[in-house]
């Protein structure tokens, strides 16, 4: 039986210079008996310009533990939805997988346990003529297994975080505070 009940985590992988493919999953992992399971559950219904998919590698191919995958912002058109269900879906599930392979999720939980996974996909992806799907496949596989790995870890720790409080201080207040 599984202990975990909710665990969160998150990260970030820049894209390559010239590419809007920056990804930030963020992921919540617990017992489908769980807030996690309940939330997984209620998401099965779709919400307008907030389209829901199982992550799955390929055609008949959903990855274990099930995992449900939705976007941080409204999806403007049939162009983001096509890169957000295939190359960011395709980078997830196979994260997912390789989470398994290096015991990253141990195997004899994935039926104990569901993600959720809340995607990055920077809008201007959709109409970019030069998108390089590669780096948009590659942040996202990334980033999703250290938020995974995170989550289950428990990181950053407590400590961590006291110890760079006054180390590290959000990208956005570059300049801000000083």
Request: charged share 25%; glycine share 6%; proline share 5%.
């Given at each position: ?21 920056d990804?930030?999953?963020?992921v919540v ?10 939330a997984?559950?209620?998401?099965m219904?779709?919400?307008v310009?907030?389209t ?12 274990r533990?099930?995992?449900m ?22 980078a ?6 390789d ?12 039926d104990e346990?569901?993600?959720?996974i809340?995607?990055?996909l ?15 496949y590659?942040t ?9 790995a ?6 950053p ?19 801000v505070?000083d």
């Amino acid at each position: 039986m599984s202990d975990i009940w909710f665990r969160a985590g998150e990260a970030t992988v820049l894209a390559k210079e010239g590419q809007a493919t920056d990804a930030m999953p963020e992921v919540v992992i617990g017992s489908v008996k769980g807030p996690v399971g309940t939330a997984f559950a209620s998401m099965m219904g779709q919400s307008v310009g907030h389209t829901r998919f199982f992550v799955i590698r390929d055609l008949n191919q959903m990855v274990r533990p099930p995992t449900m995958m939705t976007s941080k912002v409204t999806i403007p058109n049939s162009a983001y939805i096509e890169l957000f269900g295939g190359v960011v879906q395709a980078a997830l599930g196979d994260a997912i997988v390789d989470c398994l392979k290096e015991k990253i999720i141990p195997k004899k939980i994935v039926d104990e346990i569901c993600i959720i996974i809340t995607v990055w996909l920077d809008p201007r992806c959709a109409d970019d003529p030069n998108l390089d799907k590669k780096d948009l496949y590659r942040t996202n596989y990334e980033a999703t297994k250290i938020a995974i790995a995170r989550a289950l870890n428990g990181e950053p720790t407590v400590e961590e975080l006291i110890e760079n409080r006054d180390k590290i201080q959000h990208y956005a207040l570059a300049g801000v505070l000083d």
